[in-house]
């Protein structure tokens, strides 16, 4: 794993080592720049010393022309001379060499030694030629010696002079050495030129005939070296002056140290300020840094924390402009959330999305419901295997007649499915699927955000009720036209009957078809009657009028009604009714129809010839009024259910069916009225007992 380094140490880093190689640059040009420094200075110097070691031998010449004539002036010396006293004249040259501090001096008479003092080679001195009133510098055939001397005529004897000498020897060069401040070495030319590392440079000082100064390194000196000149101009000798490298060495090494070592705390110091100066800098951006992650967390509340800066404060507003914005877009997205949230439970439908695979990606309560499944458990699985629609043969219609693949390709698409729930219930649903949308942020680079491929969404619509709806209104209308058509045949068969024939009947057979055209008209009549009440019923016009209604009156107008249906099937009618019965409050008509549909009913299911009773009870606060007959009796678990609308016997149809109302607006009314109805099998006997309960009225 790859160490990241963080900012603050990236900064350090770099200004320590930005100044590091600062100071390491300025100490190696300092120091180049201090030894060439060094060494100008230093040959400079040995220059000078040089040159003044070779003034300083002029000087002595000088110095030795004077005591020449001074010597060549000394009466004594004219004294000795004229008295031929050559032993006084020896030992006046000794005390004179002694207090000159000479390394020798002579007399010449005619050019031949007459008188000495020294060991001198004056044999060459006297074949040397002269040069008036000048100092000379010769070199000795014999050992090489430099000699710088003068000559002075002597005054009262034209055939004498004198000459005085100094060798030019060690203690010579140091002594001028001191004078100089550096050591100085006055050398034979021959000599100068024995092996060893100045042997260039004072070839070099002879062929140039003039001074040269340079550093010699494997002699460690700077070294200068003067030409050394005879009277004629020759170069006899050189004189060098050397001055130590190691001392400047010493130097430069102490300057390195002390430069290295500012460079140290320069260093540290530069060191430590990029440490305040990073955090200083790194502070800001690391606050921001943490704020970019609550951003990216969903924390949208907490506000960007201000930093200071130019740049940094500008990136701080930016991101706090960011937050705004992010904040508002997605209080609005919430928002379209929660519409769509509420639109999609709030429709009667169920929506499910799926993906490219067609694995379920969302599901809303509806069709979660719909389905008989919990959301979860529909999540990710296949829609096929959740919804398993049945087609023909068992074969799902998942491949060939999917809406899902066909509104990829057509836009949209709409089937109705027969679905098998887990439960084991039939739904018949429409499934409408619209296509995928392929940039469902308006995004270009969004659509691959969705994993799985974009959403695809259907909307499903539960048609089970409405398909037994409209089965059942489809048999409905069947049953209403058979009951329509069977009185009406009827009627119309009596009324062809009573045409053709009206002249020849007699009367007991044209009163038996007025009879049945009665039947048959009661018959519609109760049918319109059942009808509209329904319609009003379902119109929610279920009030009704409250006045009070002797139930005797209701009872006998209901068996006046039902008593042709009665006769037709030759069925007994026996009314037992306690007296007086208590009047209720109520609508009249609406009761009687209550009775005419019991009876009607009992007739119905009630074979013929048998015996059909009303009778009643009265009590606290109620009084019960009951229709019963002789027939098969309530059909097993039937329950509630027989009062439901267009509830028909499970059982083998009568002769005359009926449109599955009557018992459903008898509960109706009697609800209505503050009772209840109950049906139960009679006790002890074959047939149905359908009983009344209704509120007695109070009196004052």
């Not at 000159?100 to 007399?107: E, K, N, P, Q």
């Not at 130590?244 to 300057?255: D, E, M, Y």
């Not at 049945?516 to 019923?537: A, H, M, Y």
Request: with cysteine.
């Amino acid at each position: 794993m790859t160490r990241r380094w963080s900012l603050g140490t990236l900064l350090t880093a770099l200004n320590v080592g930005l100044v590091a190689a600062v100071v390491a640059s300025v100490a190696l040009a300092a120091a180049g720049l201090l030894r060439r420094l060094a060494d100008d200075q230093a040959l400079a110097r040995v220059g000078l010393a040089g040159a003044g070691a070779v003034r300083s031998i002029e000087d002595a010449g000088t110095d030795l022309l004077t005591s020449a004539r001074l010597l060549a002036e000394r009466p004594t010396l004219e004294a000795r001379l004229a008295a031929g006293d050559f032993r006084g004249l020896q030992d006046f040259l000794a005390r004179f060499r002694k207090t000159s501090r000479l390394s020798g001096c002579a007399v010449f008479l005619s050019d031949r030694l007459f008188a000495r003092d020294g060991a001198i080679p004056w044999e060459e001195i006297a074949r040397a030629p002269r040069v008036a009133d000048k100092p000379f510098v010769l070199r000795t055939r014999a050992g090489g010696l430099l000699i710088l001397g003068a000559r002075a005529q002597v005054p009262a004897r034209p055939d004498a002079s004198v000459a005085v000498t100094l060798v030019l020897d060690e203690d010579f060069a140091r002594g001028i050495g001191r004078m100089v401040g550096l050591p100085v070495a006055i050398l034979d030319r021959h000599k100068a030129m024995a092996e060893g590392p100045e042997e260039y440079l004072r070839g070099r000082a002879l062929d140039a005939e003039e001074a040269i100064s340079e550093r010699l390194d494997e002699a460690g000196v700077y070294l200068s070296v003067q030409p050394l000149r005879a009277p004629n101009g020759e170069v006899i000798g050189l004189v060098e002056t050397g001055l130590p490298i190691v001392g400047l060495k010493s130097t430069q090494r102490r300057f390195l140290r002390s430069l290295l070592l500012i460079a140290l705390i320069v260093g540290g110091l530069a060191a430590l300020l990029s440490v305040l100066v990073g955090r200083r800098l790194v502070r800001p951006l690391e606050a921001l840094t943490e704020a970019s992650a609550r951003i990216g967390r969903g924390d949208l509340q907490t506000p960007v924390p201000r930093v200071p800066g130019s740049e940094i404060g500008t990136l701080q507003a930016a991101m706090e402009e960011m937050r705004g914005r992010l904040l508002h877009l997605t209080a609005e997205l919430h928002g379209r959330q929660a519409e769509a949230e509420a639109i999609l439970t709030g429709i009667v439908e169920g929506v499910f999305s799926v993906d490219r695979q067609r694995r379920i990606h969302y599901l809303n309560p509806q069709a979660a419901a719909l389905l008989g499944i919990k959301p979860d458990e529909a999540i990710g699985r296949f829609c096929g295997d959740v919804l398993n629609p049945q087609g023909p043969e068992g074969v799902r219609p998942c491949e060939d007649r999917c809406p899902i693949l066909h509104a990829r390709f057509r836009g949209s698409a709409r089937a109705h499915e027969d679905l098998l729930l887990r439960s084991g219930e039939r739904r018949s649903v429409v499934i409408t699927s619209a296509p995928a949308d392929e940039n469902p942020g308006g995004d270009p680079g969004t659509a691959g955000a969705w994993r799985g491929g974009p959403p695809q969404v259907q909307v499903m619509r539960d048609e089970t009720e409405v398909e037994s709806t409209r089965r059942l209104r489809d048999t409905v209308l069947a049953n209403i036209t058979h009951e329509f058509r069977t009185p009406l045949t009827a009627q119309l068969a009596s009324i062809e009957l009573l045409r053709d024939r009206l002249g020849e009947l007699k009367t007991q057979e044209a009163l038996d078809l007025v009879l049945s055209l009665e039947r048959g008209t009661l018959r519609l009549t109760q049918l319109i009657d059942n009808l509209l009440e329904s319609v009003r019923i379902d119109a929610g016009h279920d009030s009704i009028r409250r006045q009070s209604v002797a139930l005797e009156e209701v009872v006998d107008e209901a068996v006046d009604l039902a008593s042709p249906l009665l006769a037709l099937r030759e069925q007994t009618l026996d009314v037992e009714l306690p007296y007086p019965l208590p009047q209720v409050r109520g609508d009249a008509p609406r009761l009687v129809q209550v009775f005419v549909n019991l009876l009607a009913n009992a007739s119905k299911f009630a074979p013929s010839g048998s015996r059909i009773t009303v009778g009643g009870e009265t009590r606290a606060a109620t009084v019960a009024l009951w229709v019963e007959d002789e027939g098969p009796g309530l059909p097993p678990d039937s329950g509630d259910r027989l009062f439901e609308r267009f509830m028909r016997s499970p059982g083998e149809e009568p002769r005359e069916s009926g449109m599955g109302l009557g018992l459903f607006i008898v509960k109706s009314i009697v609800e209505r009225h503050g009772g209840r109805v109950e049906a139960r099998d009679r006790e002890g006997h074959t047939g149905t007992r359908m009983c009344v309960i209704l509120p007695v009225e109070r009196t004052a």
